[in-house]
């Protein structure tokens, strides 16, 4: 299965800041997921990133807020926009794994305080 | 709407004493189930996927079972080790479809 890099693992950052949030995979993947885990609660996709083309957003999230990235098929980013304490959480991007499991693989995940 | 419903929330059990942990959901048309355990600080990690009623997949001391309402993890014999919260997530078959995830078991194991 595939080994992804996410980065930084944690911060702390003043509202009304950006932080952008990285993920290296490495192997060339079609699709990368980005997920939000808000304390107690499941996992919500945010959005999916094809190479080349714009991220297709979630209900709820919007490309204002949360702009993406997808340079190649093996990097992605994922920006937190005009951060407020509600932005607190972990963010985790994910790939699609291969047959005949095809369980997504996650990276670490990037715990974000907004204070 | 597909919709994941993970029982109990939080879960205790002395070293050795077996259980079970349910997830049940709707989705239209099922392309697979999927279990993770999450360590505190890390991202999910992939123990199995089940895709039709009937199917049983085990991992050294888990077992997962599906129906077409429900999976059960049961855990044999568990250890400390296996502390951690459990998540499960349905993918539906339409189209393409992303992964719908339950909130998870958070599982605590005393010696």
């Known amino acids: 299965s595939a080994v992804i890099s996410q980065k930084p693992s944690r911060d702390i950052c003043q509202r009304g800041t950006s932080l952008t949030i990285q993920c290296q995979v490495d192997s060339q993947v079609t699709m990368m997921f980005w997920y939000r885990q808000q304390p107690g609660q499941s996992l919500t996709l945010i959005a999916t990133a094809n190479q080349g083309s714009e991220a297709t957003y979630e209900s709820g999230f919007v490309i204002d807020k949360f702009p993406i990235s997808r340079p190649n098929l093996t990097f992605s980013t994922l920006t937190v926009s005009n951060m407020s304490p509600e932005d607190s959480s972990i963010y985790l991007c994910?790939?699609?794994?291969?047959?005949?499991?095809?369980?997504?693989?996650f990276g670490s995940g990037t715990r974000l305080t907004v204070v | 709407e597909d919709q994941v419903t993970q029982s109990p929330e939080a879960l205790r059990l002395q070293e050795g004493e077996s259980s079970s942990l349910n997830c049940s959901y709707t989705?239209?048309?099922?392309?697979?189930l999927f279990w993770y355990r999450q360590d505190p600080g890390k991202g999910p990690e992939f123990l199995f996927t089940l895709y039709s009623a009937g199917e049983e997949k085990e991992k050294e001391r888990l077992k997962a079972t599906l129906t077409k309402k429900e999976s059960f993890l049961h855990i044999t014999a568990p250890k400390p080790e296996d502390s951690a919260t459990y998540l499960c997530?349905?993918?539906?078959?339409?189209?393409?479809?992303?992964?719908?995830f339950g909130k998870g078991t958070m599982l605590l194991v005393s010696p």
């Open positions: 989705v239209s048309g099922l392309r697979g």
């Open positions: 994910s790939v699609e794994g291969a047959p005949p499991n095809y369980g997504y693989t």
């Open positions: 997530a349905v993918q539906a078959r339409s189209g393409y479809s992303t992964l719908t």
